[in-house]
C-alpha cells in the first residue's frame, strides 16, 4: 500500500520562502515519480514540480520555473519542493501526488494519472 505524508507549508510574506516535504512508502525504490500539484482559490489544478527516480528528470511548471527545486531521497522515498521568492499568486493547496515514474518527465507531470495523492497542504503568501 503506497501512502504519502507531506508536510510543510504555512504563511509567508511575498519574497519568502517556504519549503514542502512528502515522504512516500510502498513505492519501487527505483522506479517512482513524485511531485507536487496545487490548487489556488477559486481556480483549477496546476502542475508545479516532479521528480522522477529512474532518469532523474524533473520537471517544473512555467510559472515556478527558476523559483522553485525538487529534490528526492531515493533512500527515504522522500520529495522536497524548496521554493524561493514566492508570489501571493503561488497561494494554494500543495497536493503531493506519487506512483511509477513514468508519471513524470521534463515535458510534463501527469499528477491525474497518479493514483496517489497525499493530504493538500495551504501555503499562504501575503502580498
Known amino acids: 500500500e503506497v501512502q504519502l505524508q507531506a508536510s510543510g507549508g504555512g504563511l509567508v510574506q511575498a519574497g519568502g520562502s517556504l519549503r514542502l516535504s512528502c515522504a512516500a512508502s510502498?513505492?519501487?525504490?527505483?522506479?517512482?515519480?513524485i511531485g507536487w500539484f496545487r490548487q489556488a482559490p477559486g481556480k483549477g489544478r496546476e502542475g508545479v514540480s516532479c521528480?522522477?527516480?529512474?532518469?532523474?528528470?524533473?520537471y517544473y511548471g512555467d510559472s515556478v520555473r527558476g523559483r522553485f527545486t525538487i529534490s528526492s531521497d531515493s533512500t527515504e522515498k522522500t520529495a522536497y519542493l524548496q521554493m524561493h521568492s514566492l508570489k501571493p499568486e503561488d497561494t494554494g493547496v500543495y497536493y503531493c501526488?506519487?506512483?511509477?515514474?513514468?508519471?513524470?518527465?521534463?515535458?510534463?507531470?501527469?499528477?491525474?494519472?497518479?493514483?496517489?495523492w497525499g493530504k493538500g497542504t495551504l501555503v499562504t503568501v501575503s502580498s
Open positions: 521528480f522522477n527516480s529512474k532518469d532523474g528528470s524533473v
Open positions: 510502498g513505492l519501487p525504490a527505483d522506479d517512482y515519480g
Open positions: 501526488a506519487a506512483d511509477r515514474a513514468l508519471y513524470c518527465s521534463t515535458n510534463g507531470f501527469d499528477y491525474l494519472g497518479m493514483p496517489h
